[in-house]
């Protein structure tokens, strides 16, 4: 894993000092592509609501769009998709593919050195480790709740004084 952190390390240097290179330089993750939102862009009374309610902010395809490439913009994405990652796990009713994506999130977030770890205390570590003894779809549900409250605290304050945010309450 090291080798790839200063892979990264490397390219986002470049990426830095060529933009008009950068095209070239995206580091490939397999994950799907994301369709665009097909709903309306929300009222100004809804984007309003956001300010004060993360959850109304990732239910709204546009608000949770906008998000995503705030977090991205600050390389601060990885909570936002551990808790998308946690839905889209909650939904999965085989038992096998649930222990397939369970060890992948783990992988990817949880464990120390992970490509995207996620910040969270030793405590809820560990009762996400045990919790995936047995994968359920209640596994990640303390690591995603202080994830969430990660996110409420910190990154919607940050988000509400951005441009990705000020676009939707002009």
Known sequence: ??????EIKIKLGILLQ??????????PYNEKPEKPAKTQKPSLDEALQWRDSLDKLLQNNYGLA????FLK????????EFWMACEDYKKIKSPVKMAETAKKIYEEFIQAEAPKEVNIDHFTKEI??????????????VAQKRVHALMEK????RF???EFYQEFIK
């Open 1 to 6: 894993m090291h080798v790839l952190a200063k």
């Open 18 to 27: 060529k933009p008009e290179s950068a095209i070239d330089l995206v580091i």
């Open 66 to 69: 906008s998000f995503k490439s």
């Open 73 to 80: 913009s600050e390389f601060s994405e990885e909570n936002l």
């Open 128 to 141: 996400t480790v045990k919790n995936l003894v047995e994968p359920s779809t209640s596994s990640f549900d």
């Open 154 to 157: 910190d990154s919607l304050p």
């Open 160 to 162: 509400v004084r951005s």
